[in-house]
């Protein structure tokens, strides 16, 4: 379970315990309602705005 206000992940394992893990979640009425599934983890992952991104906030495209 994610809780975005909190902005942290809850695993809770076949035998009841849980662990917490600190994520970044999308922007208000941006964010994922209802279930779903991690595809892939990685550590310090490469990012890329989308071409959505771009648009509702230009300077994401701006190039340091």
């Known amino acids: 379970m994610v809780n975005t ?3 942290f992940l809850y695993h809770v394992g076949d035998d ?3 662990t917490r893990y600190g994520v970044g979640v999308g922007e208000r009425c941006l964010s ?3 279930k779903a599934t991690i595809g892939d983890k990685a550590v ?3 990012w ?3 071409g959505n991104m771009v ?3 230009p300077r ?3 190039v340091c």
């Open 16 to 18: 009841g315990w849980a």
């Open 44 to 46: 310090w992952p490469s």
């Open 5 to 7: 206000s909190e902005r």
């Open 48 to 50: 890329t705005p989308t």
């Open 60 to 62: 994401l495209g701006a």
């Open 55 to 57: 648009r509702r906030k």
């Open 32 to 34: 994922l309602k209802g």
